[in-house]
């Protein structure tokens, strides 16, 4: 298990402007997949506490996620699992890691874990001194979005730099939702409707 703070500044892009990021950073041909399945009770309790449980799945293997509110960004606690481990997630919302477990105690859920949906995401990343460029194209429930997030350590020379990086593009900035809640407000207004 590793645990980190993440803090970052997010912006959504259109199709245009990825595009012309992808190539200002000649990042056209480092463009990786990756999936995210998520999960909650049926009656979205860690949602309820700004938390959301992630299974991201890369080429090479799969990242059980943790994310819950934290006095400074997110608090993000990871664990590798098995093939098996995550079948037992999507089929019966059974997590076997202890240490998760642990994690997702405080909730106190009364309700088992149920696969939510998935979001799959095109990513390119580019490392620069002030923090991680990540530009994202996320597919979910038939809709895609484009999205500039920008890592960094220190928030306050962070949100400086992210918003010179903007500025330095042309870029507006556009306030984007972490991808769970962007993916959890359209699934429940498409249940709604």
Not at 9 to 38: C, G, H, I, P
Not at 103 to 112: G, I, V
Not at 176 to 185: G, H, L, P, Y
Request: hydrophobic share 35%.
């Amino acid at each position: 298990m590793t645990q980190e703070v993440e803090i970052e500044f997010k912006s959504m892009l259109t199709k245009e402007e990825y595009e012309t990021l992808l190539r200002a950073y000649e990042l056209e041909n480092q463009v990786r997949w990756q999936a995210n399945d998520y999960f909650d009770t049926a009656s979205f309790q860690l949602k309820s506490h700004g938390a959301a449980l992630r299974i991201r799945q890369k080429k090479d293997g799969q990242v059980l996620t943790l994310k819950q509110p934290n006095e400074v960004g997110l608090l993000e606690t990871h664990v590798n699992i098995t093939e098996e481990e995550a079948e037992d997630l999507f089929k019966y919302g059974i997590i076997h890691d202890d240490q998760m477990k642990q994690a997702l105690a405080p909730f106190q859920l009364s309700a088992a874990l149920e696969h939510l949906g998935r979001l799959e995401t095109n990513r390119a990343e580019h490392q620069t001194e002030e923090g991680l460029l990540v530009l994202d194209e996320s597919h979910y429930l038939d809709t895609t979005d484009y999205e500039l997030e920008f890592e960094v350590t220190n928030e306050e020379s962070g949100k400086r730099s992210f918003e010179n990086l903007l500025e330095r593009h042309g870029l507006p900035y556009r306030p984007a939702k972490n991808k769970i809640v962007r993916f959890m407000e359209l699934k429940m207004s498409r249940s709604e409707g």
